[in-house]
């Protein structure tokens, strides 16, 4: 499994470029496509007090060890794909041996979310339907509160 984690660009962006990327660096470490994941947190990458996101981005990659000979080569793939949603590119790799890995999948169920086996959860319609009915109160909530403190009552 290899994870990169893209700090300082926007996490709808990095979805688009992770779509585009994945094949290419699946084809690279000669891996299935469904052994590449992307991590992109919704965060600030700072600097000095001053938000570096778009200006300053880092990638941090995480591999097996055994694909470290194609460093180098990732180093162009990842750069080709996101030069032109920052500035300034830093990229770290990371690497584990297969040995430290536990991996625990359930075979009921599909490997990944995917846009054809994802849906939206509705809420009960009737639900809804009543709350869209209520009419908000308009009127004087503090009346009597407001006699009392003038004496009327």
Not at 4 to 31: F, N
Not at 60 to 78: C, F, G, Q
Not at 82 to 91: E, F, G, P, Q, T
Not at 93 to 98: L, T
Request: charged share 30%; proline share 3%; glycine share 4%.
């Amino acid at each position: 499994m290899i994870t990169i984690s893209v700090i300082g660009v926007d996490p709808y962006l990095v979805r688009q470029i992770s779509k585009a990327m994945t094949g290419k660096i699946a084809a690279l470490y000669e891996v299935e496509k469904d052994e590449i994941n992307f991590y992109a947190p919704e965060c600030l990458y700072i600097h000095d007090g001053v938000e570096q996101n778009t200006w300053n981005v880092l990638v941090k990659v995480n591999a097996p060890l055994k694909v470290r000979v194609l460093e180098k080569d990732a180093v162009k793939v990842i750069r080709e794909y996101l030069k032109d949603a920052c500035i300034n590119l830093a990229i770290e790799f990371y690497y584990y041996s297969q040995d430290n890995r536990y991996e625990f999948v359930d075979d009921t169920q599909p490997r990944f979310m995917t846009e054809e086996n994802s849906y939206d959860i509705v809420e009960d319609e009737s639900i809804e339907n009543e709350e869209e009915g209520e009419e908000p109160y308009l009127g004087d909530i503090f009346e009597d509160f407001n006699k009392k403190m003038n004496g009327e009552e």
